[in-house]
């Protein structure tokens, strides 16, 4: 009986070490486990981790004015400004300006000779081909130069999907240094949706980053506002190193810094002016008009009459006192009442005229 009880007590004595063995070796084996999910964890994230002691390189310029640093090498900006307000031609005067042969710091631009990737998805090809003209002329090059630095998309056949991937390829083809998408909003088939706009910016990001470029945005501002349109605009202007803001004053286009990661630029404003020797240079020469830089407008002019720019950028330049009234109306978001006063204070200040069939015309 007692040799029965010593083999029981023995068994149980086995049984009780070997589970104590067995969660001992559950515990080593989850500690590996554990393990070797943190490092598996932290080879992903280690390629984000920043840490102060990092010796980074200094920001790469592309585009410089004097001593403020507008682009950069592995950033986005944009290029924001209403309808009709110089936005193309200020791209132009930057482009032209950073190639020009005799650096000669037109717009106070830093020569930088790199490769340029203009993508343009709203003209037709023949307007297209004037940008390329102006570019020439302002690099003090002849009219139909062709430098194989500046190499021209023209998209706006294509659908978004695929305007999208021929950008994509020509980045990773040309590997510019200056990417400007002139009609950033039509690689998207909606700007006002969400999650359309974050993936196309992110994209951009992406592409910057990867090929060491500056990828230069241009898009519309929402009517009577200084916001960039929908919520590609709104994504942009959060993501950019550089907002750019372009508004008409008059005859002339006033450029400004609106958001800036770096020290912002100073205001500067431009006119577009006629080539001086435009027949001698050729026939595709004469209507041209090129981007100069002129001094910056009065602060009286800069506060330019609502009726007068409406007028003339919604307008053509000329309507019915009536459809100019209902048109300030609804952009200003005002009464009709105010609007009716509006309209004709703009007439008595000579800055708007009627005749006597009730039209009004830019004075």
Same mark, same amino acid.
């Given at each position: 009986?007692?040799?029965?009880?010593?083999?029981? *007590? @023995?068994?149980?004595? #086995? =049984?009780?070490?070997?589970?104590?063995? +067995?969660?001992?070796?559950?515990? /080593?084996?989850?500690?590996?486990?554990?393990?070797?999910?943190?490092?598996?964890?932290?080879?992903?994230?280690?390629?984000?981790?920043?840490?102060?002691?990092?010796?980074?390189?200094?920001?790469?310029?592309?585009?410089?004015?004097?001593?403020?640093?507008?682009?950069?090498?592995?950033?986005?900006?944009?290029?924001?400004?209403?309808?009709?307000?110089?936005?193309?031609?200020?791209?132009?005067?930057?482009?032209?300006?950073?190639?020009?042969?005799?650096?000669?710091?037109?717009?106070?631009?830093?020569?930088?000779?790199?490769?340029?990737?203009?993508?343009?998805?709203?003209?037709?090809?023949?307007?297209?081909?004037?940008?390329?003209?102006?570019?020439?002329?302002?690099?003090?090059?002849?009219?139909?130069?062709?430098?194989?630095?500046?190499? *021209? @998309?023209?998209?706006? #056949? =294509?659908?978004?999907?695929?305007?999208? +991937?021929?950008?994509?390829?020509? /980045?990773?083809?040309?590997?510019?240094?200056?990417?400007?998408?002139?009609?950033?909003?039509?690689?998207?088939?909606?700007?006002?949706?969400?999650?359309?706009?974050?993936?196309?910016?992110?994209?951009?990001?992406?592409?910057?980053?990867?090929?060491?470029?500056?990828?230069?945005?241009?898009?519309?501002?929402?009517?009577?506002?200084?916001?960039?349109?929908?919520?590609?605009?709104?994504?942009?202007?959060?993501?950019?190193?550089?907002?750019?803001?372009?508004?008409?004053?008059?005859?002339?286009?006033?450029?400004?810094?609106?958001?800036?990661?770096?020290?912002?630029?100073?205001?500067?404003?431009?006119?577009?002016?006629?080539?001086?020797?435009?027949?001698?240079?050729?026939?595709?020469?004469?209507?041209?008009?090129?981007?100069?830089?002129?001094?910056?407008?009065?602060?009286? =002019?800069?506060?330019?009459?609502?009726?007068?720019?409406?007028?003339?950028?919604?307008?053509?330049?000329?309507?019915?006192?009536?459809?100019?009234?209902?048109?300030?109306?609804?952009?200003?978001?005002?009464?009709?009442?105010?609007?009716?006063?509006?309209?004709?204070?703009?007439?008595?200040?000579?800055?708007?005229?009627?005749?006597?069939?009730?039209?009004?015309?830019?004075?």
């Amino acid at each position: 009986m007692t040799q029965e009880l010593d083999l029981t *007590m @023995q068994r149980a004595e #086995e =049984e009780a070490f070997l589970e104590l063995q +067995q969660e001992a070796d559950n515990f /080593i084996i989850q500690k590996q486990l554990e393990e070797m999910h943190r490092e598996e964890l932290r080879q992903k994230i280690e390629p984000y981790i920043l840490r102060a002691d990092q010796q980074l390189p200094p920001l790469r310029p592309v585009v410089k004015r004097g001593e403020a640093l507008i682009c950069s090498e592995g950033n986005i900006s944009a290029v924001v400004g209403e309808a009709k307000s110089k936005k193309t031609f200020l791209c132009t005067a930057i482009v032209g300006s950073m190639l020009e042969f005799q650096n000669t710091r037109q717009f106070g631009i830093e020569h930088r000779f790199c490769r340029v990737l203009w993508v343009d998805t709203e003209q037709s090809r023949e307007h297209i081909q004037k940008v390329l003209f102006r570019i020439n002329l302002l690099s003090r090059l002849p009219l139909n130069s062709s430098l194989p630095h500046i190499l *021209m @998309q023209t998209l706006r #056949e =294509e659908s978004p999907k695929d305007r999208m +991937q021929v950008v994509r390829y020509a /980045i990773e083809y040309h590997k510019p240094k200056l990417v400007v998408i002139d009609g950033v909003s039509d690689l998207l088939t909606n700007t006002n949706n969400l999650e359309e706009s974050e993936a196309l910016v992110s994209e951009l990001l992406t592409l910057s980053t990867i090929y060491s470029c500056h990828i230069m945005c241009v898009l519309h501002t929402n009517p009577n506002s200084d916001k960039a349109r929908g919520h590609l605009g709104s994504t942009l202007m959060r993501k950019a190193e550089t907002v750019i803001f372009v508004h008409r004053v008059g005859e002339m286009s006033l450029v400004e810094p609106q958001y800036c990661r770096n020290m912002p630029f100073e205001r500067f404003a431009f006119r577009v002016e006629e080539v001086l020797d435009a027949e001698e240079r050729g026939e595709q020469c004469v209507g041209l008009g090129v981007p100069v830089e002129c001094d910056m407008p009065s602060q009286s =002019e800069e506060r330019e009459d609502d009726c007068l720019r409406i007028l003339r950028d919604e307008l053509g330049g000329a309507a019915e006192r009536k459809l100019l009234t209902t048109k300030v109306e609804q952009m200003l978001g005002i009464t009709a009442s105010n609007s009716r006063v509006k309209v004709h204070r703009a007439i008595d200040k000579g800055l708007i005229k009627q005749d006597r069939n009730g039209v009004v015309t830019v004075a």
